[in-house]
């Protein structure tokens, strides 16, 4: 992939790699309905030390679609990290002897960083902390292409918790590649980095907080909602102090355009409610499709 022998951040990217990401991709959509044989000699390795459905499941769905064999655990309970003490080094430097790629969800900012120092295949960050989602990003920005055809010139509104979100704050250095306008909108006590506006900004992207869902449906070809991340919050009542507020229902509905998508990481608590799942807006049940297609083209980049 360039010149990344890993996929740790979204920051290493240019815009031509994100390209190139989508555009291989796009080639997967027809290998990942036929399966392929290609990759029958690789093994993935997955070490979830949080919990997943869809990334884990994904990754695997992919691998399996190129003819790769896969292991590895889905939480940290059941490996010596979790109940042994062991460092992340030193299950790194285990796991590399089995796999000849490393897919890794953990709850620390930079673990998957770290991996990447001590281990000699590729490593693929699923989730470290609140920081970063980098493939999540890239399956988004694959959805977006693909439902409007293009991504320059369109109004994309990310909304819930910007502040502990990871897959928002991926998204939004990615966008930082486009020409788009992004709209912001969270609880004050949510908001997104600063680091991050900044850097959509020095990049040209008109990006502008707004403190209300009904700012941000407005003009919106791209409404991406997000979970309110209770397991980052330090203090309960702090989560109790925002749940339930940027809620997307049907009463909402005659502020949408009528072409915008509304898209989701998943998984959702309230935030979307289940009345939207039937109009033409919602996208995030094949946006999770997509998952397995940009998997498989970051699979295919980092072991060809
Ligand atoms: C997200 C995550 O784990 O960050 N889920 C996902 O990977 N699709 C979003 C979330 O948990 O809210």
Redesign the pocket.
């Known amino acids: 992939m360039g010149d990344f022998q890993n996929l740790i951040s979204i920051h290493y990217l240019t815009r031509d790699d994100i390209d190139l990401i989508l555009d291989t991709a796009a080639d997967m959509e027809s290998v990942a309905v036929e399966r392929t044989q290609e990759f029958s000699n690789k093994i993935m390795a997955t070490l979830f030390f949080?919990?997943?459905?869809?990334?884990r499941l994904s990754f695997e769905s992919a691998m399996l679609r190129l003819g790769g064999r896969v292991l590895g655990f889905a939480e940290a309970g059941v490996s010596s990290a979790g109940s042994k003490g062991e460092t992340l080094a030193d299950t790194i430097r285990t796991v590399e002897r089995y796999a000849d790629v490393i897919v890794i969800?953990h709850p620390l900012d930079g673990s998957a960083r770290v991996a990447a120092e001590f281990s000699k295949v590729p490593i693929i960050n699923?989730?470290s902390g609140s920081e970063e989602?980098p493939t999540?990003a890239l399956l988004d920005l694959y959805s977006i292409r693909k439902m409007k055809g293009k991504i320059d010139g369109l109004s994309i509104s990310l909304c819930g918790?910007l502040k502990y979100?990871?897959?928002v704050h991926s998204l939004g250095i990615a966008l930082a590649r486009y020409d788009v306008q992004v709209k912001l909108a969270a609880p004050p006590s949510l908001r997104m980095k600063p680091a991050i506006i900044d850097a959509m900004r020095e990049a040209g992207v008109d990006a502008i907080e707004v403190d209300s869902i009904d700012d941000a449906l407005e003009g919106a070809d791209v409404v991406y909602m997000?979970?309110i991340?209770k397991e980052r919050f330090y203090l309960e009542q702090d989560f109790i102090d925002v749940r339930g507020q940027f809620i997307l229902n049907e009463s909402l509905l005659p502020l949408l355009k009528e072409d915008a998508i509304i898209l989701h990481?998943?998984?959702?608590v309230d935030e979307v409610s289940a009345e939207m799942d039937d109009t033409l807006h919602a996208k995030y049940f094949e946006q999770v499709y997509n998952?397995v297609i940009v998997r498989m083209a970051i699979l295919k980049m980092l072991l060809s």
């Open positions: 949080e919990p997943s459905t869809r990334t969800r699923a989730g989602h999540q918790d979100g990871r897959t997000t979970r991340q990481p998943l998984p959702r998952g």
